[in-house]
T-cell receptor, first 112, second 114 residues
């Protein structure tokens, strides 16, 4: 059974810092990995989707990398802003039906 | 509509009451998933549909939980005889085809069982 772990569980940083959020998974036979953002009381918003054949994806200040062999992905946030404050979740699609398995998320606070 | 919608957004139920949660997918999205998210946790898989076929229901926590998607579009998650441990946010997500495609989430239904 796929297990997904996210470290750290919580992070509080001053505005302007560059951040790295980590996601690890136990079964490297994945189809893809997706990073989401969740604001309090809201659903999940997709940030980046990395297919298993890819090593990274970029969108604006966000960059996600994937290392299947070591079972890891990182989400890099450049020049963090207070508006980046949210919970960040990663989900790994694997198994016969490619059902996404989620980590517990990293709760990020960026203070001015 | 432009995105996945869920209703109601909030539901308060007395213990023992039956509830029905609705998910309207993005038009044309074949795959539909239900997840349960407890406070401070990541979403936990409940069940998966491809069109009207329920391909996986291994995540449903008990036989009080039942999901259907009779015409391959709108889906309903029903919980019978609700218990306090059912309190959570229930999330619906859809994709073009299969879990291997980008997932689009609805806003969720927050269920509180008193």
């Amino acid at each position: 059974k796929q297990e997904v772990t996210q470290i750290p569980a919580a992070l509080s940083v001053p505005e302007g810092e560059n951040l790295v959020l980590n996601c690890s998974f136990t079964d490297s036979a994945i189809y893809n990995l997706q990073w989401f953002r969740q604001d309090p009381g809201k659903g999940l918003t997709s940030l980046l989707l990395i297919q298993s054949s890819q090593r990274e994806q970029t969108s604006g200040r966000l960059n996600a990398s994937l290392d299947k062999s070591s079972g890891r992905s990182t989400l890099y946030i450049a020049a963090s802003q207070p508006g980046d404050s949210a919970t960040y979740l990663c989900a790994v699609a694997s198994g016969g039906s490619y059902i996404p398995t989620f980590g517990r998320g990293t709760s990020l606070i960026v203070h001015p | 509509g432009a995105g996945v919608s869920q209703s109601p957004r909030y539901k308060v139920a007395k213990r023992g009451q039956d509830v029905a949660l609705r998910c309207d997918p993005i038009s044309g999205h074949v795959s539909l998933f239900w997840y349960q998210q407890a406070l401070g946790q990541g979403p936990e898989f409940l069940t998966y549909f491809q069109n009207e076929a329920q391909l996986d229901k291994s995540g449903l926590p008990s036989d009080r939980f039942f999901a259907e998607r009779p015409e391959g579009s709108v889906s309903t998650l029903k919980i019978q005889r609700t218990q306090q441990e059912d309190s959570a946010v229930y999330l619906c997500t859809t994709a073009l085809a299969g879990g291997g495609n980008e997932q689009f989430f609805g806003p969720g239904t927050r269920l509180t069982v008193l």
